[in-house]
């Protein structure tokens, strides 16, 4: 059973038009990430919200905003998307403690976000 | 400077072969812990080991082994038994700190192809 899943799992959009990614878990975790990857490249972390303290990354650009309502939804929206935005988009999450350190993290199936 | 080095783009293993796909890492915090992810076609990532940095053992998990050696700061995945269904990118990442509120940092990966 998909315990992480993101929708949709195909996502087209045209160059400047607002675009939201979501993402839901039946985890109860309170950690949810959101990951940029480009085609053969690593994941990049975009942000990630431990509770509801939204933690955003140096040099994720103002044009990626996060929302997430409650624990177990979790919202990427791009303001203006632009060619280079075309990527997966990752979501994932993990239970965190004090001083866990082995918690993986669960990942969903991913969006591939294509821009026209 | 890159936290996680996969140095190896790709890799061809003859099926029911044994491969070692190699990691080095780089950190400062004496707390930290080492995942593998594989992330087939269809583009989830699918947690196969964990490794923390005060285990004194090498982690196991079915045909998966890490082979840590901590001196060296590499954490090397070796598939026993290669099966056609390994055929996948490999990311090796870390998480620093105790709290694991820090996120996963991701290598660039290693495309596995196993071969019949």
């Known amino acids: 059973d998909a315990m992480v899943i993101q929708n949709p799992r195909y996502q087209v959009t045209q160059f400047g038009k607002p675009v939201t990614l979501s993402c839901s878990q039946t985890l109860n975790h309170n950690v949810m990430y959101w990951y940029q990857q480009k085609s053969s490249q690593a994941p990049k972390l975009l942000f990630h919200y431990y509770d509801k303290d939204f933690n955003n990354e140096a040099d994720t650009p103002d044009n990626f905003q996060s929302r997430r309502p409650n624990t177990s939804f979790c919202f990427l929206d791009i303001r203006s998307p632009g060619l280079g935005d075309a990527a997966m988009y990752l979501c994932a999450t993990s239970s965190v403690g004090l001083v866990t350190m082995n918690t993986e993290a669960f990942f969903g199936q991913g969006t591939r976000l294509t821009v026209v | 400077a890159q936290k996680i080095t996969q140095t190896q783009p790709g890799m061809f293993v003859q099926e029911k072969e044994a491969v070692t796909l190699d990691c080095t890492y780089d950190t400062s915090d004496p707390s930290y812990g080492l995942f593998w992810y594989k992330q087939p076609s269809s583009g989830e990532m699918i947690f196969l080991i964990y490794q923390g940095s005060y285990d004194q053992q090498n982690a196991t998990e079915g045909r998966y082994s890490l082979n840590f050696q901590k001196a060296r700061k590499s954490a090397n995945l070796v598939i026993s038994a290669s099966q056609l269904g390994d055929s996948a990118m490999y990311f090796c990442?870390?998480?620093?700190?105790?709290?694991?509120?820090?996120?996963?940092?991701f290598g660039s990966g290693t495309r596995l192809q196993v071969q019949p």
């Open positions: 990442a870390m998480r620093e700190g105790r709290g694991g509120r820090r996120a996963l940092t």
